[in-house]
Structures are given as C-alpha cells and as structure tokens.
C-alpha cells in the first residue's frame, strides 16, 4: 500500500501538468471576447489569435518527444512548467497584440509538450493493472483545470478594469507550485536503464513492482536491444500500426468537436439568448461534469478496457451532437435543450475517448520510438484542435453554420466507432514490453 501510495502520488505530480494543460485550454473562452473588442479583431484574426496557442502546442508536441528521449522526461516537465509561468504572467500584462499572442504561444509550447512527457512519464512508472487509471490522472487533471478556469473567469469577471488580465494571470500561481513539487519525483526507470543507470532504476522499481525488479529490468533492456537492431525511425513499416492507432484516436478526439466547445462555450449560449453571466455560468457545469464522469472513466477503464469506452462513447456523442444540431437548426431555445444536449455529450466524451486519448497513446508504442511515437499522437491532437478552433468562429456567425459544423462532427463520431470496432486492438492489463511484440512487426 505505501508504494502504491508513492506511484499515486508521483503521478499526481505530473499530472498537474494536465491541471495547467486543461486550465489554459479553457480560460480563453473567458476572454476571447474581450480580447476581440479591445483589439477590435476581424473574424480572421480574431480566430488566428485564440488559436495562436494551439499553433505552439502544435509545434510543442512535434519537438518534445526527441528532448524526452535524450535528457529525460523529468528534465523536460521542468522546462514546461518554466513555459506556463512565462506566458500566464506575459499574457496578463501584454500591452499590445502581438506580444500577447508571443506569450499565448509559449503557454501552447507548454501544453503541446506537457501533452508528451506527462503520459510517457506516467505510463512508465506504472504497474500494467495500474496503469490505465494512473494516466488517467493526466487527463482528469486536464478536466480538472478546465473546470477551474470556468469557475475562476466566471469568479473575476467583474474584477479592475481588464478582468480578463486576472483571467489570464492567475494560472502563474500554480505553474510555479508544479514546478517545485518536480523535484520530488524520480527519473522515469525504463530511462534510466536506457542511460545504464541501472541501480537508480533498480531503486524505483524496487517501489513499483514489489519483488519483480530483475525481471522487469531484463524486460526492458531486451526491449531496448530489439529497440536497437528495429528501426530508429518512428515512419517505417515496423510501427505503422501503433501510428495509425495514435494518429487516428488523435484525430477523432478533436473531431468531436471537444475544444470548439470547450474555447466557445459563453459564445455558443449566448447565440440561443443567454444574458453574458448566465453564457459564463454554463460552462462551469459543463466543467464538473466533465470533472465527474472522467473520474468514472478512470475507474472503469483497467476493467472495461479502452475499445470498448471508445465504441460506446462515440454512438452517444453522435446522438447528442445530432440533436444539438437540429436544435440550432430549427433555432428551438425554449427550455434548456442545448444545455442538456451538451451535459449529455460531455458524460459520453468524458468516459470515453477523454479518459483513453493518452493512455492509449502512451501505450501502443516500443521504448525506442516511444518519445517520437507520443509525439506523433500529440502533434495529431492539437493540429487538428488548432485548425477547427481558428475555423469555428468563421464558420459559426450564424445558428444555420453552427448547425452545420455539429451535423459535421456528429458524422465523425459515427465514423469513430466503426474504425475502433475494427482496426483498434485492447490493451488492458499488459506490460507495455508486450503491446510493442505486438503491435511492432
């Protein structure tokens, strides 16, 4: 139980990383309008600004995975905390456009790379029956922040003049406590046997697998050796199917419609007659049931497995998002019909492909390949989160083109569940020295 307890904790550690990935994803919906007043922002550049953030992340989790490989993922957890700071606190006092958008960039360097190390790193130090909830905690700390930012922008929005500079700001007090709590964490032990750092990764998995230590380094260093005489090149034929898992559960996470949703929220309300408080308010129940269904996910998923999540999940979603759009279709605001549609679609997405994105990202591919293979699913992720967050306020000035874009990602979960159902394989319960025998030819 008290190892237990250590691998708990240590992988909360990192998974504040998730916090600050969630929170500075949302907290924008709180202040893109702001921001669009105050720079008087056409549509274009008024999406290129709130998407400026996913442009880094974008080019965050396309250079992550090769730092990660060489110098460690706790090495680079350091340096991405460092980035939150940085650009929370630059975003708050940017006097001018441009310089907001350096800053928000550098917080999206922060989230595309965090999206990298902190399920590798978690996935590593986890035992195979743990290790589904325990990089669930990564994303349900992304909820988490989520929900955070709602309740917080909804908190200070009458606060000074420039409420959206607190907004903004407030995010620097916890990228500093992430920051300090990292050097209470070991170094990944499948990375320090890659260093030949053999007693330090004997002393963690001393911790993690109660008695299995010499066999599990065996394990990995064969692996490794394997890893050496396979291809280093994460595009050959020996890894096109964990390629084409990560790309695919990547993409279809973002198809979903999950961060137009998530950065347009007050907007979306307000388009069906909702005063500006009550637009802000709804968001934050959105959040806890977020919060609460990926906790449900977490439970679950080391039992039901992650393919069955993703096929279930999918259908409710193409129902919920169905519904939403023939509401905004027929423009029928009466009651509270989008709302629940919403709440609905976010237990179906919740439990299902928000709690197995990076788990099962994490797990598909070999040690060799795995910091480029993280990366790849990353890189997947947020360059579809950034096209459809720059294209939905130009697609969406109008109920009839946001009916358009629901219809669209409705299609898309339908499609989901079909490739899942016959291309996905399911990997609960297994060493991840087992998925690469596998899934790499």
Known sequence: ????????????????????????????????????QLFQLNPFWHGFTISSALIGTII???????????YGRRFLLFIIAA?????????????????????????????????VAGPMYISEISPANMRGRMTGLFQFNVIFGILLAYISNYLLRNTG??????????????????????????????????INKIDEAREVLNIINNGNTESEIVKIKDGLLKGKTASQVLFSKHYMKPILIAFSVAMFNQLSGINAILYYAPRIFELTGLSIADSMFQPVLIGITNGIFTIVGMIIIDRVGRKKLLIVGSLGMAVCLGLISRTLFIQNFSGYGILVYLLVYIVFFAFSTGAVIWVLISEVFPNSVRGKGQALGS???????????????????????????????????????????????????????????????
Do not use: C
């Open 1 to 36: 139980m008290k190892n237990t307890n250590r691998i708990y904790k240590w992988s909360l550690i990192v998974a504040l990383g998730g916090f600050l990935f969630g929170f500075d994803t949302a907290v924008i919906s709180g202040v893109e309008k702001s921001i669009q």
């Open 60 to 70: 965050g989790a396309l250079t992550a995975g090769k730092p990660a490989d060489k």
């Open 379 to 441: 890189f997947t992720h947020w360059s579809f989160a950034t096209l459809i967050t720059f294209l939905f306020p130009i697609f969406n000035s109008t109920l009839k083109g946001s009916s358009y874009s629901f219809a669209f990602f409705s299609i898309m979960m339908i499609i989901q569940a079909l490739v899942v159902w016959r291309y996905f394989p399911e990997t609960k319960g297994r060493s991840l020295e087992e998925l690469s025998e596998e899934l790499s030819n």
């Open 161 to 194: 003049d420039e409420p959206w500079r607190w907004m903004l700001g407030v995010e620097g007090i916890p990228s500093v406590i992430f920051f300090l709590l990292l050097f209470r964490i070991p170094r990944s032990p499948r990375f320090l046997v890659k």
């Open 83 to 115: 980035l939150y700071a940085i650009s929370a606190i630059g975003s708050a006092i940017a006097p001018f456009l441009s310089l907001f958008i350096v800053f928000r960039f550098l917080g999206g360097i922060a989230v595309g790379a965090s999206s």
